[in-house]
DNA sequence: CCATTAATGTGTC
DNA sequence: CGACACATT
């Protein structure tokens, strides 16, 4: 199984950094009073005496050794002091030694590439490093050597007289270059190792050598709290007589085979065969391997990568322990998914990243049969993860009861009734579960925590620790400036919200990262108390059993996650994004079964859209969103016209609307973002769009400035008309709203104040009552929404509709944005200061405009020609008053006479309206758009909202 | 029935 | 591409 890499072609310097017995130190320095005393760690005590996985020194000498039991170790070694593992959720928790090892990263990942190879070893490649210092500080020009490196062992050297050929080793100025950089890398480690004793008081051993292997060879050679040199010139008396088994992977079945099927007991046996005569005994790949690091060659590279790849639990369930009903297995899932959720939320917190797959193994066998007769082995079950503990857990068993139907399908209901337990009913035993996530993927940062974000004050479902990382996170250019003018009391909001730019011309995975988190971004503090209570569709359920969380049925055979993702076959953007598809079909979702046929059925979609999107559970702790769209699978079909799409986001900085005036140029100027592809910047309001409707392009939009309230100088955009044209060129339009409080954005915007089903919605009069009945209570989960037209449309014009969630701030005003892309030739009115620029650069919207606290009139752009915008002429915003005034009028319009255009500000725009509306609140100007107006309707509905534009 | 636990990562099919 | 085998600590 190993393969053979390519060596890199110039010397590398490689380091492999072990910590001596690792849990015995950390056991030693949270208790000091071990220190020097044999000990070890053992988990699970009252077996036998626990588990022995660590052993100090003092107790190696005695003879203890791991494998053994703690009652054995004492037999060996009556005065061992047995620590053990802390117990969380009834299992081992390894956290406080993953912690330790981290702490041990950082300090040497200050050192060139680090890669954390497992809990308490790392590998370095300081080939940097290592030419730099050959370069200005040799090392036959260091005039004192610290002891640590005087101990180095360098192999091949004499051992009389160790330290002082050692220091003549070092310092040969004639050597070699490579040798010379071997030397610099000695010294780089000891001082690393040193510091690593400083900081942390661990000691550690470390191998220095040209390749992973070789390094890895070598820091076990002399420990502890020593280093090992491998000059190349030694490698091959190293190897020659070298077991086969202590090369990393060959510690197993492979270096068994070596030895029984070949007779190769020694590394240097291996060199008679030739490369194609080991190919032929153990494949290309691993022939190849073998034959290279038998002439200590390696080619594998230090990946810089100082985070796990994946978080996994488990627990054993060795011999009468087992467990035999699905009670016991949930119970220990439950237990299992919590701890996975806190690290997955920490992950989130810390690194602002997510896992996207869950995987549920187990070990079982069935009862009264022999362990070698089991013909099969329990296979391993994997879904789309949903965040949060009990999510987690239900899937988890969910998954575990499919790999049980699977495992013993005759007898699939065995399943005891509650309380039964070991009944005669049970026929399988389970010895052993791990949940695990997997395919982690990064969220841009504040995404995780959009909780915050939108304003929830320091929050509740934060964990603790989180607060002293805090300040570790990138700071914002705009959390100063908006934090200050907006005078919130959340000023570190900002802070977790570093450059963000995104459009679609990034590769695949960048904007799959950010569609990821525009997508998913709930659940980011995942375990949350009411944790239950938002439904997230889950992996299992289906159309037909809609909630049926608990049912003891096996699961459907193909839960669907992807037709919403992915679009109609053929389209557009399936086409162009085929990468990113596949990526996220195969990342996210069990293959769709949509395949073939498509009707016309696209209502489930909506239906489902919205109950990913459930506002009453959006309160400012919990998001409902998910990767897994399980019920769309029961739409033959995607949408006709919408879909999500590869709209990247951000969020919206809370502040921007929090004090309104924050977004406005940057609204703006996204705009010109979006017809260069869509890109979203994490300064500028317009975020992606979250909308659970069906904004269909046929409808009409509206747009606005911004204008300047009682609240003071806000950034407003009350709708308008916006005229959506089907034809070919495109144009952008977009804008957001700020509403003072909950009651106004009723009126503006009952779409997203009313839960009602989005089809209905848009099909049919929304009732007075319902318009009010506002669940407003949290953020809106985000989505980006996109129509698909029937010519394929290259990014830049691609039509899409992007809508902000409504979010909730501090002081209880609500805002929400609308943008849209519109296809071209849907012309904007100038007034709008908005203009078709497909051909614009993206706008680097990065950076908040100085101006933006100061000024919403006229000069609003005054000091907002950033890159890419040069070029672009604002206008139009002297009729920002009108605009408000407008808006206002509308709605109080609405507000006062709900059967005429309630909830419609934006049908304002038609002069019926307008002039019905009118009422004092100032003067109202004809605004339009397009030359057009619309029309007045006599109830408020969606349509009514988007108004229909007049047929072409 | 099974007492090396609880993780990780990689390559293959 | 999901599941698994294998490897390691």
Same mark, same amino acid.
């Given at each position: 199984?190993?393969?053979?890499?390519?060596?890199?072609?110039?010397?590398?310097?490689?380091?492999?950094?072990?910590?001596?017995?690792?849990?015995?130190?950390?056991?030693?320095?949270?208790?000091?009073?071990?220190?020097?005393?044999?000990?070890?760690?053992?988990?699970?005590?009252?077996?036998?005496?626990?588990?022995?996985?660590?052993?100090?020194?003092?107790?190696?000498?005695?003879?203890?050794?791991?494998?053994?039991?703690?009652?054995?170790?004492?037999?060996?070694?009556?005065?061992?002091?047995?620590?053990?593992?802390?117990?969380?959720?009834?299992?081992?928790?390894?956290?406080?030694?993953?912690?330790?090892?981290?702490?041990?990263?950082?300090?040497?990942?200050?050192?060139?590439?680090?890669?954390?190879?497992?809990?308490?070893?790392?590998?370095?490649?300081?080939?940097?490093?290592?030419?730099?210092?050959?370069?200005?500080?040799?090392?036959?020009?260091?005039?004192?050597? +610290?002891?640590?490196?005087?101990?180095?062992?360098?192999?091949?050297?004499?051992?009389?007289?160790?330290?002082?050929?050692?220091?003549?080793?070092?310092?040969?100025?004639?050597?070699?270059?490579?040798?010379?950089?071997?030397?610099?890398?000695?010294?780089?480690?000891?001082?690393?190792?040193?510091?690593?004793?400083?900081?942390?008081?661990?000691?550690?051993?470390?191998?220095?050598?040209?390749?992973?292997?070789?390094?890895?060879?070598?820091?076990?050679?002399?420990?502890?709290?020593?280093?090992?040199?491998?000059?190349?010139?030694?490698?091959?008396?190293?190897?020659?007589?070298?077991?086969?088994?202590?090369?990393?992977?060959?510690?197993?079945?492979?270096?068994?085979?070596?030895?029984?099927?070949?007779?190769?007991?020694?590394?240097?046996?291996?060199?008679?065969?030739?490369?194609?005569?080991?190919?032929?005994?153990?494949?290309?790949?691993?022939?190849?391997?073998?034959?290279?690091?038998?002439?200590?060659?390696?080619?594998?590279?230090?990946?810089?990568?100082?985070?796990?790849?994946?978080?996994?639990?488990?627990?054993?369930?060795?011999?009468?322990?087992?467990?035999?009903?699905?009670?016991?297995?949930?119970?220990?899932?439950?237990?299992?998914?919590?701890?996975?959720?806190?690290?997955?939320?920490?992950?989130?917190?810390?690194?602002?990243?997510?896992?996207?797959?869950?995987?549920?193994?187990?070990?079982?066998?069935?009862?009264?049969?022999?362990?070698?007769?089991?013909?099969?082995?329990?296979?391993?079950?994997?879904?789309?993860?949903?965040?949060?503990?009990?999510?987690?857990?239900?899937?988890?068993?969910?998954?575990?009861?499919?790999?049980?139907?699977?495992?013993?399908?005759?007898?699939?209901?065995?399943?005891?009734?509650?309380?039964?337990?070991?009944?005669?009913?049970?026929?399988?035993?389970?010895?052993?579960?791990?949940?695990?996530?997997?395919?982690?993927?990064?969220?841009?940062?504040?995404?995780?925590?959009?909780?915050?974000?939108?304003?929830?004050?320091?929050?509740?479902?934060?964990?603790?620790?989180?607060?002293?990382?805090?300040?570790?996170?990138?700071?914002?250019?705009?959390?100063?400036?908006?934090?200050?003018?907006?005078?919130?009391?959340?000023?570190?909001?900002?802070?977790?919200?570093?450059?963000?730019?995104?459009?679609?011309?990034?590769?695949?995975?960048?904007?799959?990262?950010?569609?990821?988190?525009?997508?998913?971004?709930?659940?980011?503090?995942?375990?949350?108390?009411?944790?239950?209570?938002?439904?997230?569709?889950?992996?299992?359920?289906?159309?037909?059993?809609?909630?049926?969380?608990?049912?003891?049925?096996?699961?459907?055979?193909?839960?669907?996650?992807?037709?919403?993702?992915?679009?109609?076959?053929?389209?557009?953007?399936?086409?162009?994004?085929?990468?990113?598809?596949?990526?996220?079909?195969?990342?996210?979702?069990?293959?769709?079964?949509?395949?073939?046929?498509?009707?016309?059925?696209?209502?489930?979609?909506?239906?489902?859209?919205?109950?990913?999107?459930?506002?009453?559970?959006?309160?400012?702790?919990?998001?409902?969103?998910?990767?897994?769209?399980?019920?769309?699978?029961?739409?033959?079909?995607?949408?006709?016209?919408?879909?999500?799409?590869?709209?990247?986001?951000?969020?919206?900085?809370?502040?921007?609307?929090?004090?309104?005036?924050?977004?406005?140029?940057?609204?703006?100027?996204?705009?010109?973002?979006?017809?260069?592809?869509?890109?979203?910047?994490?300064?500028?309001?317009?975020?992606?769009?979250?909308?659970?409707?069906?904004?269909?392009?046929?409808?009409?939009?509206?747009?606005?400035?911004?204008?300047?309230?009682?609240?003071?100088?806000?950034?407003?955009?009350?709708?308008?008309?916006?005229?959506?044209?089907?034809?070919?060129?495109?144009?952008?339009?977009?804008?957001?709203?700020?509403?003072?409080?909950?009651?106004?954005?009723?009126?503006?915007?009952?779409?997203?104040?009313?839960?009602?089903?989005?089809?209905?919605?848009? +099909?049919?009069?929304?009732?007075?009552?319902?318009?009010?009945?506002?669940?407003?209570?949290?953020?809106?989960?985000?989505?980006?929404?996109?129509?698909?037209?029937?010519?394929?449309?290259?990014?830049?014009?691609?039509?899409?509709?992007?809508?902000?969630?409504?979010?909730?701030?501090?002081?209880?005003?609500?805002?929400?944005?609308?943008?849209?892309?519109?296809?071209?030739?849907?012309?904007?009115?100038?007034?709008?200061?908005?203009?078709?620029?497909?051909?614009?650069?993206?706008?680097?919207?990065?950076?908040?405009?100085?101006?933006?606290?100061?000024?919403?009139?006229?000069?609003?752009?005054?000091?907002?020609?950033?890159?890419?915008?040069?070029?672009?002429?604002?206008?139009?915003?002297?009729?920002?008053?009108?605009?408000?005034?407008?808006?206002?009028?509308?709605?109080?319009?609405?507000?006062?006479?709900?059967?005429?255009?309630?909830?419609?500000?934006?049908?304002?725009?038609?002069?019926?309206?307008?002039?019905?509306?009118?009422?004092?609140?100032?003067?109202?100007?004809?605004?339009?758009?397009?030359?057009?107006?619309?029309?007045?309707?006599?109830?408020?509905?969606?349509?009514?909202?988007?108004?229909?534009?007049?047929?072409?």
């Amino acid at each position: 199984m190993p393969v053979a890499r390519p060596e890199p072609p110039d010397t590398r310097v490689i380091a492999h950094v072990d910590l001596d017995c690792f849990y015995v130190q950390v056991e030693q320095r949270r208790h000091p009073e071990l220190k020097g005393k044999p000990t070890a760690v053992v988990q699970y005590k009252p077996f036998r005496g626990g588990a022995i996985i660590a052993v100090g020194y003092e107790a190696r000498h005695a003879g203890v050794t791991r494998i053994m039991r703690g009652d054995d170790a004492r037999k060996l070694c009556p005065d061992i002091n047995l620590v053990q593992v802390p117990v969380a959720h009834g299992k081992a928790d390894l956290t406080i030694y993953r912690d330790a090892g981290t702490e041990v990263v950082e300090i040497f990942s200050r050192m060139g590439i680090c890669e954390r190879a497992s809990i308490d070893e790392v590998y370095l490649d300081i080939t940097e490093a290592a030419v730099v210092r050959l370069m200005h500080s040799p090392p036959y020009a260091a005039d004192h050597y +610290s002891a640590e490196v005087l101990g180095t062992h360098i192999i091949g050297l004499d051992k009389d007289s160790h330290s002082n050929n050692v220091k003549e080793w070092l310092s040969r100025s004639f050597a070699s270059r490579s040798d010379q950089l071997l030397a610099c890398g000695a010294l780089i480690i000891s001082e690393l190792r040193t510091a690593v004793v400083k900081e942390t008081q661990f000691t550690t051993s470390a191998g220095i050598a040209h390749n992973k292997m070789l390094a890895k060879l070598a820091s076990g050679m002399h420990k502890p709290a020593q280093q090992t040199l491998v000059p190349s010139s030694a490698v091959q008396g190293l190897l020659a007589t070298l077991p086969t088994r202590k090369i990393k992977y060959l510690g197993g079945k492979l270096g068994r085979s070596l030895e029984s099927d070949h007779g190769i007991k020694t590394m240097g046996d291996l060199l008679p065969y030739t490369e194609s005569k080991l190919q032929s005994m153990y494949g290309v790949n691993t022939g190849t391997w073998l034959w290279r690091v038998a002439r200590g060659m390696n080619g594998e590279e230090v990946e810089g990568r100082t985070l796990p790849k994946s978080h996994g639990c488990s627990k054993t369930f060795p011999g009468p322990e087992s467990l035999k009903n699905l009670d016991t297995v949930g119970h220990w899932l439950s237990e299992l998914s919590a701890e996975l959720q806190e690290r997955l939320d920490e992950d989130l917190q810390l690194h602002h990243r997510k896992a996207r797959l869950l995987v549920v193994h187990a070990a079982c066998h069935i009862v009264g049969r022999a362990s070698n007769t089991n013909s099969k082995p329990f296979p391993s079950k994997s879904c789309a993860i949903r965040y949060g503990k009990e999510r987690v857990a239900s899937d988890a068993v969910q998954l575990f009861k499919r790999s049980l139907s699977e495992f013993c399908p005759d007898v699939p209901k065995l399943s005891p009734v509650k309380g039964e337990s070991g009944g005669s009913s049970c026929v399988w035993a389970v010895t052993g579960l791990s949940v695990s996530a997997s395919n982690m993927y990064e969220v841009p940062a504040g995404m995780g925590t959009i909780t915050r974000f939108f304003g929830s004050p320091a929050t509740s479902s934060s964990k603790e620790k989180a607060t002293g990382t805090t300040s570790t996170l990138p700071s914002s250019p705009v959390s100063d400036v908006s934090d200050q003018a907006a005078g919130t009391r959340h000023e570190r909001v900002g802070a977790e919200f570093p450059e963000e730019v995104i459009s679609l011309n990034e590769p695949d995975d960048k904007i799959l990262s950010f569609l990821d988190a525009s997508m998913f971004p709930c659940n980011s503090l995942g375990s949350l108390e009411n944790d239950e209570e938002a439904h997230v569709p889950s992996p299992f359920e289906t159309d037909a059993e809609p909630k049926s969380h608990n049912n003891e049925s096996e699961a459907p055979a193909s839960p669907n996650a992807y037709a919403v993702l992915s679009g109609r076959e053929g389209s557009a953007w399936t086409q162009e994004r085929e990468v990113s598809r596949s990526h996220l079909q195969s990342s996210l979702c069990p293959p769709s079964t949509h395949a073939g046929s498509h009707s016309r059925s696209c209502k489930p979609v909506k239906r489902n859209l919205m109950d990913h999107i459930d506002p009453s559970a959006c309160n400012d702790k919990d998001w409902v969103c998910t990767p897994t769209f399980g019920e769309v699978s029961k739409c033959a079909q995607p949408p006709p016209t919408i879909e999500l799409s590869d709209i990247s986001s951000d969020c919206y900085p809370k502040d921007a609307l929090a004090d309104g005036s924050t977004g406005t140029n940057s609204a703006l100027e996204a705009k010109s973002d979006l017809a260069d592809g869509i890109s979203v910047s994490r300064n500028n309001v317009q975020v992606i769009l979250c909308s659970p409707l069906d904004f269909r392009l046929q409808e009409n939009l509206s747009v606005g400035s911004d204008v300047e309230t009682e609240r003071g100088p806000q950034l407003n955009l009350p709708m308008t008309d916006i005229q959506q044209s089907s034809s070919s060129t495109s144009n952008i339009v977009g804008g957001s709203l700020h509403m003072p409080s909950t009651e106004d954005l009723k009126l503006v915007h009952p779409v997203l104040t009313d839960q009602v089903e989005p089809t209905e919605l848009l +099909s049919e009069p929304v009732e007075e009552s319902r318009t009010c009945q506002a669940t407003l209570e949290g953020p809106w989960p985000l989505f980006a929404l996109k129509q698909n037209s029937e010519q394929p449309l290259p990014p830049r014009s691609a039509s899409s509709i992007v809508t902000l969630p409504h979010q909730t701030n501090p002081d209880h005003s609500t805002s929400s944005a609308v943008q849209i892309v519109l296809p071209d030739q849907a012309n904007l009115s100038p007034t709008l200061g908005l203009e078709a620029n497909a051909n614009s650069p993206a706008a680097n919207v990065n950076s908040v405009s100085p101006n933006f606290h100061s000024s919403n009139r006229g000069e609003l752009h005054s000091g907002a020609n950033r890159q890419g915008l040069g070029s672009r002429r604002r206008t139009g915003f002297s009729r920002v008053d009108e605009l408000w005034e407008k808006w206002k009028v509308a709605s109080q319009s609405s507000a006062t006479t709900p059967e005429t255009e309630a909830g419609c500000p934006s049908v304002g725009g038609t002069r019926e309206q307008n002039e019905t509306g009118q009422r004092g609140e100032g003067m109202r100007r004809d605004f339009q758009v397009d030359g057009r107006r619309s029309r007045k309707r006599k109830k408020s509905t969606i349509s009514d909202f988007f108004v229909k534009s007049p047929s072409k």
